[in-house]
């Protein structure tokens, strides 16, 4: 138990404020939908296909090197346009633009996605995030474990009694323990995410083998002007029902446009009903629909949606708050008592007796 214990400091000591990072980012991020407050963000999304390709049309007028737009939707009534240079702009329903910005830092969903998911430092950050979920999870149960010892003490509160050493960590104890459930599970399912081989061993029992997917390469008149509301309507025509949620521009000649649709089963916002169409001759070319998918991704499928709480309502967003504002808390207090804390010398441990 000593040995687990000294585990859960030194390591808490050292990532706690990383963990505090991912932490206060990821709560702001839950509530990206309320906070921007431009023009037609509340508007109500519509999926005409027609409507759809003229936003198309007006994205590529701004600049020719569109790699993705993600349209309006139930969160934010605009399409968000990103750009290969990293640059983008939000347009109107009607194609008008709204904002433009010419790099992440002018827009604060942007630069908070960023440190949340790659803490700024691109791969290898999102490495790094992903190792401190697998942390997270670790520490959440040897909280547990630690804590059994003095439960008949508990008591939660969000802020600890006395900013002194045994209540902030009498404080971190009952929080962390209050929190367990929820950062649990986001913990678990920020890893997964992250490391796909690791969900796909602790899935593998409920996988099936899947053949691999060839699409054509030899597109007719691939120097044909795009006709997009043409393009847009075939492609609704493969999930009817469904709402189109984002569309990734081919990045070499004689690739397919891939479209992706939301179904009403699909947890994912943008969902992972797929389909791919020549961009000459707006032919449908290939189609990935999950609901022939296996168990396992299904499962998959719903890591992201209960991981940022885009289902479950307004109850389970207040949920992840409280996990959020939480490993910012725990985080934070920790490293501050474990560096801060006045070391004990010999002599003091003489003048305390035993």
């Known amino acids: 138990m000593k040995l687990l214990s000294w585990l859960h400091r030194w390591t808490g000591g050292i990532v706690g404020i990383l963990l505090a990072v991912i932490g206060l980012s990821g709560t702001v991020l839950l509530w990206e939908g309320s906070w921007i407050m431009l023009p037609g963000a509340d508007d109500q999304a519509t999926n005409d296909p027609a409507a759809l390709g003229r936003s198309i049309a007006a994205a590529l007028e701004l600049d020719p090197g569109l790699s993705r737009i993600t349209f309006a939707g139930e969160e ?17 329903q009607d194609g008008t633009l709204i904002d433009r910005w010419g790099s992440m830092w002018e827009r604060p969903e942007l630069w908070l996605f960023d440190l949340h998911h790659y803490l700024f430092i691109g791969e290898a950050g999102k490495t ?36 002194t050493t045994s209540a902030i960590v009498r404080h971190h104890r009952d929080l962390g323990v209050g929190a367990s459930p929820l950062l649990i599970l986001a913990a678990s399912t920020g890893s997964l995410m992250v490391f796909p081989a690791l969900s796909a061993w602790v899935l593998s029992p409920w996988a099936a083998e899947t053949e691999a997917r060839v699409l054509p390469v030899d597109l007719s008149a691939p120097d044909l002007q795009t006709d997009w509301s043409l393009v847009m309507t075939r492609a609704q025509a493969a999930f009817p029902q469904a709402a189109p949620r984002r569309i990734m521009l081919p990045v070499d000649s004689g690739e397919p446009i891939a479209i992706r649709y939301r179904q009403h089963f699909e947890w994912t916002p943008n969902g992972r009903s797929y389909v791919w169409v020549d961009p000459a001759t707006a032919t449908i070319v290939s189609v990935e629909d999950p609901a022939s998918g296996d168990a396992a991704s299904a499962v998959t499928e719903k890591y992201y949606p209960v991981h940022a709480a885009k289902v479950g309502g307004i109850l389970w967003r207040l949920a992840m708050t409280f996990a959020g504002i939480s490993l910012a808390m725990l985080g934070i207090l920790a490293t501050w008592s474990f560096w801060m804390k006045p070391m004990v010398t010999p002599n003091k441990m003489r003048k305390r007796g035993p």
């Not at 995030?129 to 059994?148: A, D, H, K, N």
């Open 128 to 163: 790094v995030t992903g190792i401190l979920g697998i942390l997270l999870l670790g520490f959440s149960i040897s909280g547990l474990i630690l804590w059994w010892r003095t439960r008949k003490t508990f008591r939660l509160r969000l802020w600890p009694a006395r900013f």
């Open 76 to 92: 934010i009534g605009l399409h968000q346009a990103i750009y290969g240079d990293g640059s983008g702009a939000y347009l109107a």
